[in-house]
Each structure stands twice: as structure tokens, then as C-alpha cells.
């Protein structure tokens, strides 16, 4: 369906009462730029939010099966830092990849083939020895969202109360810059510009 007819549809139930706000998710960047194009051209507001992946984890890109998952890289970055469109980054937990890894408690098969590789191996290492100086896992991997230059909104899942405490308190913690800039060097894949 062309972006133009989904977002007419869209803003007539927006119109209707139906809708405040809309947005997409996993949406290459070819068709949500025409989707900004055509809102432009037609006065319309367009999408609110985007919704894709974005992780602190350096991810085999072969593991994600398209259309489904839709990682944010370079170029995609650039343009939400240029748009300032909001975003919803989703699996930023990497499925508690990290957190399990040093807990010494096992991962799925999908996680040890989407995460495995020397990048992870090397920001584990740094995560290890930033939580002995008091940091908890989720400060790091929350901060790589809300540092990324342009409103970002963390999505997360917890298994326990306890875990969705832990991660209530990492939402307004601040982790210095230069210990994100030092994680994120370590990825095979950089989407940020800093």
C-alpha cells in the first residue's frame, strides 16, 4: 500500500476521534521518508513515533528476519537525529542477554546466535567492571536510548517485580558519556554520530 493512503486512512480516524497519534514500526527508511513526504505535501501530521530496534548489543545482522525486525543504523540514524522524529526502541534489553551472561545463568539459542561474537565478549567485559564501581546493567543499556540525540523512549520487558524495580530506578540515572562513548566503540556497528 503506498505510505499516502495509509496515512489518509490513518488521519481520517484521526479526524473520526478514534486516533490522537499514529506511528510505524520496523518501516525501512525509503518508506518512511516517502510517508514524511507525502504528509508534508498534503499538510497532514504524519507519524509520531517510530518504533524499531536499538540496542546497546552489537547484533548479527543475519539473525533478524525481515520485515519484522528492523535494526536502526547509521543512515536511519542520521535521519532521526535530522527529523527529530520520536522513537521507541525496542529490545534495548537485548532480552537480558547481558544481565544473564553475568549472572552466570544461561541464554537462548536466539540470543547466543544474534549476540555472539568478540564485540559482545568485549562489552561485557566493560559492563563487568562499570557495575563493581556501583552501575547496574539496565543504566547502560537505558542510557544508549535516551543519549541517542532525539526523543527516544526505551521499551523493556521485566520478569519479576523485582527486575521492573531495578529498571524503574535506571530510567533517571545518568551514566557518564564517556563510559557510553567507551561501550559503544567496542560495537562492530556504530549508529551514533557523536
Known amino acids: 500500500m503506498p505510505a499516502g493512503e495509509l496515512l489518509e486512512a490513518l488521519e481520517d480516524e484521526v479526524r ?13 527508511l525509503e518508506r518512511l521518508k516517502e510517508a514524511d513526504r507525502y504528509a508534508k505535501e498534503h499538510g497532514l501530521r504524519g ?19 525481515k520485515p519484522q525486525l528492523t535494526i536502526l543504523d547509521g543512515e536511519y540514524y542520521r535521519y532521526e537525529k535530522e527529523t527529530q522524529l520520536s522513537f521507541m526502541a525496542y529490545m534495548c534489553m537485548a532480552g537480558g542477554y547481558f544481565s544473564k551472561r553475568m549472572a552466570g545463568k544461561p541464554v537462548s539459542a536466539q ?4 549476540y555472539h561474537g568478540d564485540a559482545n565478549e568485549a562489552i561485557l567485559r566493560k559492563l563487568k567492571l562499570y557495575v563493581s564501581e556501583g552501575y547496574q546493567v ?23 517485580e523485582a527486575q521492573l524495580r531495578q529498571g524503574l530506578d535506571c530510567i533517571d540515572r545518568e551514566v557518564p558519556e564517556e563510559i557510553m562513548k567507551d561501550l559503544i566503540s567496542l560495537k562492530r556497528t556504530q549508529s551514533y554520530q557523536w
Do not use: H
Not at 17 to 27: I, Q
Not at 111 to 114: D, F, L, S, V
Open 138 to 160: 539496565t543504566d547502560f543499556l537505558f542510557s544508549y536510548v535516551k543519549m541517542a540525540g532525539f526523543p527516544s523512549i526505551p521499551i523493556a520487558g521485566f520478569g519479576s
Open 47 to 65: 507519524f509520531a513515533c517510530n518504533q524499531m530496534m536499538f540496542v546497546l548489543a552489537d547484533v548479527v545482522p543475519e539473525t533478524l528476519v
Open 16 to 28: 473520526r476521534g478514534n486516533l490522537r497519534y499514529y506511528g510505524c514500526s520496523n518501516w525501512s
Open 111 to 114: 540470543q547466543k546466535e544474534r
